[in-house]
């Protein structure tokens, strides 16, 4: 396989997993900015302006040694297309299209309309596309909500009794059931309490990544600290009683 036959191959594993992320923009003119750093070796960033209706496609090639290149696209049209390094005006039409379907992976519907399928961008898959940046958008969500310091975030403590209610689940009921049978399996297979509190305890901080990165769900703090308090508990009575 030839540099060019390579090159498009890394193309194509990018586009089945790019996280992007999200910084104000510094450039004059816009108000935010997407970035990723795909594995084919490009650095990607969209900047772009919603009330303007102005987006900023810039990449950084790296099959010329991260050359950077940018095009303007205003309400549809595109006003702009520059190579950095020298300022001159190109015609990047091949460069933008090759890497059509990374850019239309941009989580941001408001962003793919403005840009209005110039260089094929959000021609296809859209789809697929809106499923990505939803299931993205809800997982920034909850990494924003469980991974930030924020000192009015209040888990389960003082909750109302109809809220715990509407917040447990059949999910959560199964997740109880069968980790009770773990737990109960742990002390038929090894006879010994501090097994069963690992497991337990283990079970606990399990079934919490599970609902945050997986389930995409609020987790059921009382399910995870019923385990791991359980778990401490037998892994304490075990050691010294038993």
């Known amino acids: ?12 594993r990018d586009d089945a997993h790019l996280n992007w992320r999200r910084r104000p923009s510094e450039i004059r003119g816009y108000n935010r900015a997407l970035y ?3 594995e084919g070796g490009d650095y990607i960033r969209v900047d772009y302006n919603l009330k303007d209706k102005r987006v ?21 049209t595109v006003t702009a297309e520059r190579n950095v390094t ?8 091949d460069k933008f299209r ?4 990374i850019f239309s992976q941009v989580p941001n519907n408001e962003v793919i309309k403005i840009i209005n399928k110039n260089y094929g961008i959000g021609e296809r898959g859209t789809e697929e596309r809106e499923r990505r940046i939803q299931r993205q958008q809800e997982l920034e969500e909850t990494r924003r909500r469980y991974f930030r310091e924020n000192p009015y975030v209040e888990f389960s403590d003082g909750m109302p009794e109809e809220e715990i209610e509407k917040r447990f689940r059949l ?3 199964l997740d109880v ?21 690992i ?44």
Request: proline share 2%.
């Open 1 to 12: 396989m030839g540099r060019s036959g390579a090159y498009r191959a890394r193309l194509r």
């Open 36 to 38: 990723v750093n795909t």
């Open 56 to 76: 900023r496609l810039y990449i950084e090639d790296v099959e010329e040694g991260g050359n950077p290149y940018y095009s303007v696209i205003t309400d549809g």
């Open 86 to 93: 020298t300022g001159r005006s190109y015609n990047l039409s």
């Open 98 to 101: 090759k890497r059509a379907a």
């Open 171 to 173: 999910i959560d009921l």
């Open 177 to 197: 059931s069968f980790g009770i049978v773990l737990c109960f399996g742990a002390y038929y297979y090894w006879h010994s309490f501090i097994s069963v509190g």
């Open 199 to 242: 497991v337990s305890a283990f079970f606990g901080v399990l079934l919490a990544i599970l609902d945050i990165f997986f389930r995409v769900r609020e987790p059921f703090l009382m399910k995870n600290a019923a385990f791991i308090l359980a778990g401490i508990t037998a892994y304490i009575y075990g050691y010294y009683f038993f």
